[in-house]
């Protein structure tokens, strides 16, 4: 029964995010990341570079700018949809500081939309992924370059990249 005092929060839109962001989620492997991460703490940076360069590999300049405005999107989203239960004195022993709120805010998003949809759905998904999960460089960095390093990412995956770079065109 619903009353009406009853405090109505609004769930994020994640149509802020195009199909195609998904489908790059899933080429990231963000979970393998943080898997790998996890077993492994000092090969993150390998770890990162791999999912980058999956990425740059597939999507140009364009797309990964796009991306990068996407997830910060639906960041903000859901920033202020777990807020108050990232506040809550319930699990102030184990929640991120504000940084580390990003960083697990990121984390859900880079797991992918099934992922994301299910701690949306159960708030207790995000506290356990809160308790459980060490948390990963954040996901969006994937995406915070400019032209000439994303060139010169790319150049390591794509033969036609290097040629650009050797001749400096």
């Not at 949809?117 to 356990?128: G, M, Q, S, W």
């Amino acid at each position: 029964m619903i009353t009406l005092f009853e405090k109505f929060e609004k769930k994020p839109d994640l149509n802020v995010v195009s199909p195609e962001f998904w489908k790059m989620a899933r080429t990231v492997n963000w979970k393998k990341v943080a898997k790998d991460y996890t077993e492994n703490p000092n090969g993150y940076n390998d770890f990162f570079r791999k999912a980058q360069e999956r990425v740059y590999k597939k999507y140009d300049f364009t797309q990964i700018r796009q991306f990068e405005k996407e997830c910060h999107d639906l960041y903000q989203q859901l920033s202020e949809y777990f807020r108050s239960t990232w506040l809550d004195d319930r699990y102030s022993k184990f929640m991120p500081s504000d940084d580390g709120y990003w960083d697990l805010l990121s984390l859900i998003i880079g797991f992918g939309k099934g992922f994301l949809i299910k701690c949306i759905n159960d708030k207790k998904e995000f506290v356990k992924v809160a308790k459980e999960y060490n948390y990963v460089e954040n996901f969006s960095y994937l995406f915070i370059v400019d032209e000439k390093e994303y060139i010169k990412i790319r150049s390591r995956v794509d033969p036609f990249f290097r040629d650009i770079k050797k001749y400096n065109i």
